[in-house]
Structure formats: structure tokens, C-alpha cells
């Protein structure tokens, strides 16, 4: 089973989310903010990241960057999952260093689909 760490401070979107990872099997952490994501990750490891934009505090553009900075984190995949779906936004994604940017209303086949392509 795959810990997936979810930062994300919707929570209607957060239990549709957690819904389709569940439904493939993987269990998920959940945390509202960055600044929350950061404390989880000194003490377990997810196999995957997925992270909205638009957070309390730092954006998920910041905090992706900050994690592919990271020695301990950088290799963890981050795929951000945002309402934002203008290309600019795809590029700040990509400048951040996610691995995949997807928008929402997020399919659960698509989300499935990027996951599987990321860590199995």
C-alpha cells in the first residue's frame, strides 16, 4: 500500500480526493498547509505528494519548490492538483519542479493514471 501525503485545505475536495486513492487501494495523510505538510514529512515519508496551489499560508508552488530543494525530499513525486488551469500556471508548476500538474475537477481515472505513471 502507498502512503500518499494530501495537502489540501478544501475539505469537500480533500474527501473526493482521499475517495479515489482509497478506492485504488492507497492510504492517504492529509494536512490543510504547507507549513503542516512540512512538519509530517520530518516524520514519514509518503511515496507520492499531492498538492493544491492555493493554500493557507505559502502556495503549493512555494512548498514544491522548497521539497525539490530538499536532500531528504527531492526525490519524492509531487504532482499538484489546483482549480488554477491556465498554462502560466502549468509553467510555474513545471519551474517548481512538479512532476505532473493536474486540475480540478480531477477524473478519478486521471488521477490513477499519473499515479501509477509516478510511483508503481
Not at 52 to 76: M, N
Request: include cysteine; glycine fraction near 4%; charged fraction near 30%.
Amino acid at each position: 500500500m502507498s502512503d500518499i501525503l494530501l495537502v489540501e485545505d478544501s475539505q469537500v475536495e480533500a474527501q473526493k480526493i482521499t475517495s479515489y486513492l482509497q478506492n485504488q487501494g492507497r492510504s492517504v495523510l492529509r494536512v490543510t498547509s504547507g507549513e503542516e505538510a512540512e512538519i509530517r514529512l520530518k516524520q514519514e515519508k509518503p511515496h507520492l505528494i499531492l498538492l493544491d496551489v492555493i493554500l493557507p499560508g505559502e502556495s503549493g508552488f512555494e512548498l514544491c519548490r522548497k521539497l525539490k530543494a530538499d536532500p531528504v525530499t527531492k526525490k519524492i513525486p509531487v504532482v499538484i492538483c489546483s482549480t488554477k488551469n491556465k498554462e502560466i500556471d502549468k509553467i510555474w508548476g513545471r519551474m517548481s519542479g512538479a512532476d505532473a500538474y493536474l486540475t480540478k475537477p480531477v477524473k478519478e481515472e486521471t488521477l490513477q493514471q499519473t499515479i501509477n505513471q509516478l510511483i508503481d
